[in-house]
C-alpha cells in the first residue's frame, strides 16, 4: 500500500499515534495524544479516510447504543503496511531535508570565499596599478633628468665664443637630436603647453643661475 493513500496530515498522525498505543486505542485517548484535536475533524478523517482504505477498524465499546459513534480504532495489517511505508518516507524526506540543508550550508560557504577572492583580486589589481604608475613615473623623471643635463650641456657650450675642436659641434648636434626626441615624447604625453611652461621655468631657472654666478 503507497503511503500517498493517506494524503492528509491529520490522517497520518491518528495513524501514527494509534501505532504508539499498540495499535488500538479510544478515540478520546488518539484525541488527547494529538493535543486535544476537534472531536469532529478526527471522525471525518477516520470515517472518510482511514477505515475506506483499510487502515484502520473502529469498534464500538458499548455495543447496545447503536446511536453512539464507533469509539475505538484498531490498526489493521494494511495499516501496519502503511505505517511501515509511512515512516520509511519521511526518513527519505528527513535526509533530504538534512541534505538540502549542507548543500544550503556549502553554497554560503562560497558565496563568501568567492565575495573574499574577488576582493583580493581588487586589491591586487591596485597594486598592479599603482606599481606601473610608479615605474612610468620613474622614467619619466629620468628622462626629464636627461633632458635638463643636456640642455644645460648646450648651454654652456653655446656661450663659448668659440668652437675649438671637431668634437663640440657633434656632442651639440646630439644633444639637440637626444632633446628634441625627447620633448616630441613629453609632449606625447603630457601637451605642447604643459612642456613649454616647464622649458621656460628651467631656461629662467638656469638664467638665474648663470646670473648669480657671474655676480
Known sequence: MSSDTVTDDLGKKIVEA??????????????DDLG?????RFNYRVREHLEPTGIVET???TEDNTNIPPN????????????HQLKKNNKIERNLSERVEQLEVQVS?????????RKQNQQLQSSVNQLEINNFQQEIQEIQ?????????????EQRPVIENEVTPHIIDTAIIAGSTSQQFLIDEFGEEQVENTRERMIKSLSEKEYRIMD
Open 109 to 117: 560557504t562560497l558565496q563568501e570565499e568567492n565575495q573574499e577572492l
Open 59 to 61: 469498534r464500538r465499546i
Open 18 to 31: 494509534l501505532a504508539d498505543n499498540d495499535g488500538h486505542a479510544k478515540s478520546t485517548t488518539l484525541r
Open 145 to 157: 633628468n636627461e633632458i635638463n643635463d643636456l640642455q644645460i650641456r648646450v648651454a654652456t657650450i
Open 36 to 40: 486535544g484535536v476537534d472531536k469532529d
Open 72 to 83: 475505538k480504532l484498531i490498526l489493521t495489517e494494511d495499516g501496519e503496511e502503511y505505517l
